[in-house]
């Protein structure tokens, strides 16, 4: 028993003695490795591969607007497109979306929507070419402070892939089913130059800081996203795709504003403006934001309470030396003013046609002079207002009102407004 023990007890000696051996070899391998990844890594950052699939690559099909999903795991995480076909996909590695369909399919060149950089796959090397910086700027442009003093100045005219020429700012916003009330309201925000100016450069609002678990300046990158596409002047079609822009829309409105159901321009409008003046920290001072500092007005607004009708003259004369009718006067801020439209007649003309009359701007404008008086209905009380503007705004935005709800329909008046083009 005891040569046993002595025997097994060397045995263990020779065994532990055998496997720290092997495990420093293993150990050496593995810090060859490393060595030799480092110096490849260091190769790869020196020289500048080039890929023998860049001809296959087909500007045609990109498109860059929609949202950074995965088509087959619908996942945000590391997304990567192929620049052959134009889809999304997830990963780089072995039995990843991406690898399997340039495997599949043999599409080669991929782009990381993220970090920007070119990759050929199944070899997973980094594609660096100047060739591709156009690729690039596609998906995220970029503005610098002299560029963006001279697109006042310029009017020169760009040309996408397929020969369309196109003005830059000028472009048309896709209609995906139903929000073209959407569309009207950005394409306006976007040729606010202070606004404009603003979103163009990213560095702006990048040092905003929200709350933890507040996610809605996802609006404003979004916005400024938006805004540096529609100014592309290397855009490769001659149109824009909300889609981004609209998905916040939906998130943060609460499903208020769709793109798949018609809305009313003006709520969408009040709304958006308080939201990204809410995103980007402003407070109710002027200057606390890019929004209230371009859009933001003050009025004088004058009240009085008018008393019942069925009042004889004695009593109501009583009520008018009441502090309850005294005239009150407040001041409110505004960021857009609404212009009222006189109604549309009801008879038509000899040719039993109906008469579309014509108002100028400035006879609408005339609710805004502190003499024109005009009554407010609530359910109980009548009220007379007079509005005076007491100081303008930079850009001052005024909404006609042409559409009026009644019991069963809603009343369209079709009244033209003639205004001064310059």
């Known amino acids: 028993m005891a040569s046993f023990n002595q025997n097994s007890d060397e045995n263990k000696q020779n065994g532990k003695r055998k496997w720290n051996e092997s495990h420093s070899d293993i150990e050496r391998n593995c810090k060859d490795d490393e060595d030799d990844h480092s110096t490849t890594d260091k190769w790869m950052k020196k020289v500048h591969r080039l890929c023998p699939y860049l001809d296959t690559i087909n500007r045609q099909v990109l498109d860059f607007d929609f949202e950074k999903l995965c088509s087959v795991s619908l996942s945000r995480i590391n997304v990567y497109a192929c620049l052959v076909c134009g889809k999304y996909f997830q990963g780089r590695g072995t039995n990843t979306h991406a690898y399997t369909h340039s495997v599949a399919e043999s599409h080669h060149v991929f782009l990381n929507l993220q970090t920007l950089k070119f990759y050929c796959l199944p070899d997973n090397y980094e594609i660096v070419d100047s060739s591709l910086d156009d690729i690039k700027y596609v998906l995220n442009p970029t503005f610098s402070p002299e560029h963006v003093s001279l697109l006042d100045t310029c009017d020169k005219r760009s040309r996408a892939i397929d020969g369309t020429l196109y003005l830059p700012g000028i472009v048309g916003l896709n209609n995906i089913k139903a929000n073209d009330y959407c569309n009207v309201i950005l394409q306006a925000l976007s040729n606010v130059t202070p606004l404009r100016d603003y979103f163009l450069d990213e560095v702006n609002y990048a040092k905003v800081k929200r709350p933890p678990g507040d996610s809605i300046f996802l609006l404003v990158q979004r916005f400024g996203e938006l805004m540096r596409k529609l100014w592309n002047p290397r855009n490769f079609k001659a149109h824009v795709s909300p889609h981004e822009m609209l998905q916040a829309v939906v998130l943060w409105s609460g499903k208020k504003f769709q793109f798949t159901e018609q809305g009313d321009p003006i709520d969408f409008l009040s709304w958006f403006l308080n939201s990204l003046h809410r995103a980007l920290n402003g407070k109710k001072s002027r200057n606390s934001s890019i929004v209230y500092k371009t859009f933001m007005g003050s009025m004088r ?82 009220f007379m207002k007079r509005f005076e503007i007491t100081q303008l705004p930079p850009y ?24 001064p083009v310059k």
């Open 301 to 382: 607004v004058k009240t009085r309470k008018i008393p019942p009708v069925e009042l004889d003259e004695k009593q109501r004369y009583s009520l008018l030396c009441t502090d309850e009718y005294a005239e009150h006067v407040s001041e409110s801020p505004f960021l857009y003013l609404t212009c009222d439209l006189p109604p549309p007649p009801l008879f038509k003309d000899e040719v039993m046609e109906n008469i579309i009359p014509q108002v100028s701007l400035y006879s609408l404008l005339t609710k805004f002079n502190n003499e024109t008086e005009k009554e407010y209905k609530t359910y109980k009380e009548n």
């Open 396 to 419: 001052l935005i005024l909404y006609i009102k042409r559409f009026t709800k009644n019991t069963f329909f809603v009343e369209k008046n079709p009244t033209i407004v003639n205004f």
